[in-house]
């Protein structure tokens, strides 16, 4: 398993600032996602964090407006830039836990960020 | 990723068990079925997953047809604190992690 932490849990920001979310995971794991769930919505993949190279990003998604960083295999950031309040959402990493043919994913508590 | 459809929502009392369906009419031969459960402010947490036998864990039964184009997850002794969205998640390609999450069953236990 994986524990999973998120910094802030919850933040109010004006538009046109930038917000940078981090994950923080208590063992070493291959993959690291990011998701958003918009109000009432289901979860929408952002994309994939790579250790040690560029996100690869889910379409309808940018690294100009959602950079992300993940400088080794415990730790991953997502930065919301620029923002307005339709990027207000829950943003979530998830991991993806150890052994072999699973996708078994363990998910963060979340960051709630609201855009005034 | 293999389509998904679920109901919108769905009761149960409390102490029941509770059927959850999914249909996934596209599976293909090599694609698991997977459940998720997203409890109120909370990130989603793994249930259960099969590819063609029906499996068991501490949490749930996962039944699934024997042409594996629908199946159903069960909480044999459902409590308030399985009030939660079940999601109903089929991966595409072997090794492909990312998830794609639909709409999901709100399911409310009744007391």
């Known amino acids: 398993s994986a524990v999973i932490s998120q910094k802030p849990s919850r933040d109010i920001c004006q538009r046109g600032t930038s917000l940078t979310i981090q994950c923080q995971v208590d063992?070493?794991?291959?993959?690291m996602f990011w998701y958003r769930q918009q109000p009432g919505q289901s979860l929408t993949l952002i994309a994939t964090?790579?250790?040690?190279?560029?996100?690869?990003?889910e379409s309808g998604f940018v690294i100009d407006k959602f950079p992300i960083s993940r400088p080794n295999l415990t730790f991953s950031t997502l930065t919301v830039s620029n923002m307005s309040p339709e990027d207000s959402s829950i943003y979530l990493c998830?991991?993806?836990?150890?052994?072999?043919?699973?996708?078994?994913?363990?998910f963060g508590p979340g960051t709630r960020l609201t855009v005034t | 990723d293999a389509k998904t459809t679920q109901p919108t929502s769905m009761d149960c009392a409390e102490g029941r068990a509770a059927n959850l369906p999914c249909n996934h009419s596209?599976?293909?031969?090599?694609?698991?079925v997977y459940w998720y459960r997203q409890i109120h402010s909370q990130g989603p947490q793994y249930i259960i997953h099969?590819?063609?036998n029906n499996e068991t864990n501490e949490m749930a039964s996962l039944i699934i047809t024997e042409d594996r184009k629908s199946s159903t997850l069960i909480l044999p002794h459902a409590t308030l604190r399985d009030t939660a969205v079940y999601y109903c998640?089929?991966?595409?390609?072997?090794?492909?992690?990312?998830?794609?999450f639909g709409t999901g069953t709100r399911l409310t236990i009744i007391p």
């Open positions: 964090a790579n250790q040690g190279s560029e996100a690869t990003y």
């Open positions: 596209t599976i293909s031969g090599n694609e698991y």
């Open positions: 998640i089929v991966p595409s390609n072997f090794g492909n992690e990312k998830l794609t």
């Open positions: 099969g590819l063609k």
């Open positions: 998830s991991v993806v836990a150890s052994g072999p043919a699973t996708y078994e994913q363990y």
């Open positions: 063992s070493q794991v291959t993959m």
